[in-house]
């Protein structure tokens, strides 16, 4: 083998193994920053991760919505109307926040025994006919879609 074709294999052998290792991290940053979404049906099943963030969503049970004395805290349960959740949050609610309605939270669950989920973030729906996709497709599958509620694709 005479030098240039030892330097092309050199060179050739380093990029592969550079793109190898661009490939690899771009892959973990994805595996870390990825965030998938339960219902509650599937958190109360064990599907959903103990130790990484997700998305819960579902509706607000009514009378569930307890306020602590500092005025940031709130627990409350979402439900699919089959199993329910209890949600704890600490931060600013969204303006359209209540009782009875669909929402998205992003946060962590607690541990295995206790089923209560830390919220680091909540979304609510933005009108009374309007439901985030995925808390809709929860509900029709467990059969306690409200009436009248309409997903993005359906407007």
Known sequence: ????????LALISLMLVSIGI?????????QKNLLFFFSPTQVIAGEAPLNHPFRI???????????SSDGLSVNFVVTDYSHDVNVTYTGILPDL??????IV???????????VFTATEVLAKHDENYMPPEVAEALEKSGAMPHGLKTVEEK
Not at 22 to 30: D, G, K, Q, S, T
Not at 97 to 102: A, C, I, N, P, V
């Open 1 to 8: 083998m005479t030098p240039q074709r030892k330097r092309r």
């Open 22 to 30: 661009a490939v690899a991290l771009i892959l973990n940053a994805f």
């Open 57 to 67: 969503g579902g509706m607000v049970k009514e009378g569930s919505l307890t306020r």
């Open 97 to 102: 926040f209540r009782e009875g309605q669909g």
């Open 105 to 115: 939270a992003m946060g962590k669950l607690g541990e295995a025994t206790s089923k």
